[in-house]
């Protein structure tokens, strides 16, 4: 199964897809999407939507999963990075693929075994976990990377589809307590 992660910007969007063998995870493609600045949010929109469905055509993807938005401050950033989930997610549902979200939280504590890993951390396990040489650079394109992988299975509540699965912050915290507390090691403690 190939799954298409999507981490979700207007100005950036970074794209990853990876697949499960019996060797472990592989990641396949991994990179970002750009839209100029300087153009009208119409146009970029579309911009965005059109590279989307060239990928999705390319990659094949049985499963697309685009972070869940979660913002607490800076409306702006919040509005846009929403607008390109909006057309993310339509788009792959356009093209008949599955689609699946996950928060920050969810994919963090799946794959660095801690919900509130620094981007360094989550770039690091994503080498690791899909046996590159080195972390997948720009931070979007991991961060797309790292979405594919939760999904793939590097946690078993991973493999629910979002209407199975409700996770707030405060279960995803006692979540990680309970797992710090039997004994698993906690990834950037201090």
């Known amino acids: 199964m190939f799954v298409l992660g999507i981490d979700p910007g207007l100005s950036r969007c970074g794209y990853g897809c990876a697949t499960r063998t019996a060797a472990g995870f592989r990641a396949t493609a991994a990179g970002v999407i750009t839209t100029a600045a300087a153009e ?8 965005l939507r059109a590279d989307l469905v060239a990928l999705i055509a390319e990659l094949e993807p049985q499963v ?13 950033t919040a509005m846009s990075v929403a607008q390109a989930s909006g057309v993310a997610l339509l788009t792959a549902e356009e093209q008949g693929c599955e689609v699946i979200e996950y928060t920050a939280a969810e994919v963090k504590l799946a794959v660095t075994g801690y919900g509130s890993a620094t981007k360094e951390q989550v770039q690091l396990m994503v080498a690791r976990l899909a046996g590159l ?3 997948p650079r720009p931070a979007d394109a991991a961060d797309a990377l790292a979405l594919a992988l939760t999904h793939l299975g590097t946690a ?6 979002t ?7 405060e279960a995803t915290a006692e ?3 309970a797992e710090t507390a039997s004994g698993r090691a906690k990834v950037g403690a201090r």
């Open 40 to 47: 009208p949010l119409p146009r970029r929109l579309a911009s």
């Open 163 to 169: 209407s199975e699965r409700v996770v707030s912050p």
């Open 64 to 76: 697309v999963v685009v972070e869940r938005i979660f913002f607490r401050s800076n409306a702006k």
């Open 133 to 135: 040489p080195e972390p």
């Open 156 to 161: 078993s509540w991973a493999r629910t589809t």
């Open 175 to 177: 979540r990680h307590v």
